[in-house]
């Protein structure tokens, strides 16, 4: 396989066409403690475009805003070309309750929010970032294709929501002519393969390009940690790295270690990099569009932009699979048993839609 950022795919069911990696921006300003300053944003900014990227990932509150204020100063020369994708859902003002959340109050004062700090008058694609549990959902859709009738929002997408929620929000958009949700952004990759349960299947049938974040398990997969950081006197302790991040959110286990292990043999035998072998699995799983970038540096941006050019070998695939199996859980783990085959097509030759 190789690749290049100028080799476009359609994003879902849409004519839109898109890197086959984004950009992700959430390393564009140094308010979360592990991103980039102004200078450092605009160089990794500039490689990816000037290598035909069109696709940057962004949200409200990502740095607290700097990000999409960043990335509104990067985009004043040539907005056009972009495909800028940013998110609501995150709190905007702590403290006050209608200032995030997923209903029509939050979604439509985050969108004025952030064409100001992009210094744009429209966003070509705007996610739900977080399902909140609350909202009805013809309140989302209606807001949502308000947003796109009024021209401020072209296309409609979501995020860290249940399947069987998304499935039902693209059935209710459909049905009453609303603008359907084109992609679907997950966390996918070597170590997270849960999605491959229900909602990236989901996604293929109802039409949303899948969109992987934390394609790299927040830098697990690039073999840069060891056993040493999962000690408590190597674990840092919330200082703001990186490293602590990973450590509070999970990442960063035995299990975890062990699947970065097999993809740096991968790589070896590549030629490669752990980072272009993780990222490169990712761009290749059934159903993904793009997965996003997540660079601090020029380097490290550099490296990834590799991962274009990565070809596995079967059994490279097999082991890298085997390495990071999850359980299928229930219906998947039965419906794949030979009993349930047996039942339902015998010995028949039929197709199986996945
Ligand atoms: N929808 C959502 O809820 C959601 C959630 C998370 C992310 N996202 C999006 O997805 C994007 C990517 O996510 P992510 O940052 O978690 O991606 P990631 O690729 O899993 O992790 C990126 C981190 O790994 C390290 N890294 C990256 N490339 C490397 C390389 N070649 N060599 C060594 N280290 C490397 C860097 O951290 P250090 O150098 O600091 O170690 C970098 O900040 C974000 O920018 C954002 O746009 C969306």
Same mark, same amino acid.
């Given at each position: ?12 069911? *849409?004519?839109?066409?898109?890197? %086959?990696?984004?950009?992700? +921006? ?14 450092? +944003? ?6 990816? /475009? ?30 056009? *070309? ?14 006050? %309750? ?22 744009? !008058?429209?966003? !070509? ?19 949502? !294709? ?6 401020? $929002? ?13 499935? #039902? ?12 949700? $084109? ?17 990236? %299947? ?82 290749? *799983? %059934?159903? /993904? ?6 660079? #601090? ?20 695939? +097999? ?23 047996? /039942? ?5 030759? /039929?197709?199986?839609? #996945?």
């Amino acid at each position: 396989m190789s690749l290049t950022l100028d080799t476009y795919r359609l994003l879902g069911r *849409s004519g839109l066409r898109v890197s %086959p990696l984004a950009l992700g +921006a959430a390393t564009f300003g140094t308010e979360s403690g592990w991103g980039a300053e102004q200078d450092e +944003a605009r160089k990794l900014f500039d490689a990816y /475009v000037e290598r035909g990227g069109n696709f940057i990932d962004t949200a409200n509150t990502y740095s607290d805003g700097s990000s999409e204020r960043l990335l509104g100063e990067f985009t004043r020369d040539d907005r056009e *070309s972009l495909v800028l994708a940013t998110k609501y859902t995150a709190l905007r003002r702590p403290g006050d %309750p209608n200032s995030g959340g997923t209903h029509r109050k939050s979604l439509f004062a985050s969108v004025e929010a952030s064409l100001r700090q992009l210094n744009t !008058d429209y966003l !070509d694609l705007l996610y739900l970032h977080v399902w909140d549990f609350t909202t009805p959902v013809e309140e989302i859709l209606r807001g949502m !294709d308000d947003l796109v009738r009024h021209g401020k $929002v072209l296309y409609v997408a979501i995020s860290n929501t249940p399947a069987w929620q998304v499935s #039902r929000m693209q059935a209710i958009a459909d049905l009453r002519g609303w603008s359907p949700l $084109v992609a679907l952004q997950i966390e996918h990759n070597l170590i997270d393969r849960t999605g491959e349960r229900d909602l990236i %299947p989901m996604a293929r049938e109802m039409g949303l390009g899948v969109i992987p974040y934390s394609p790299l398990a927040g830098g697990v997969l690039t073999g840069k940690y060891s056993r040493d950081d999962l000690t408590a006197t190597n674990a840092g302790s919330g200082d703001g790295t990186r490293k602590s991040f990973n450590l509070a959110l999970g990442t960063l286990t035995e299990r975890n270690l062990a699947i970065a292990d097999v993809v740096q043999e991968v790589a070896t035998e590549l030629g490669r990099t752990p980072a272009q072998v993780g990222l490169a699995w990712a761009l290749q *799983s %059934p159903g /993904v569009t793009a997965p996003i970038i997540g660079a #601090r540096t020029p380097a490290q941006l550099e490296d990834n932009l590799g991962a274009l050019e990565v070809d596995f070998t079967a059994a490279q695939l +097999a082991r890298l699979d085997e390495a990071s199996a999850i359980e299928l859980g229930a219906p998947h783990g039965l419906l794949a048993s030979d009993h349930i085959r047996e /039942v339902t097509k015998g010995d028949l030759k /039929v197709e199986t839609r #996945r």
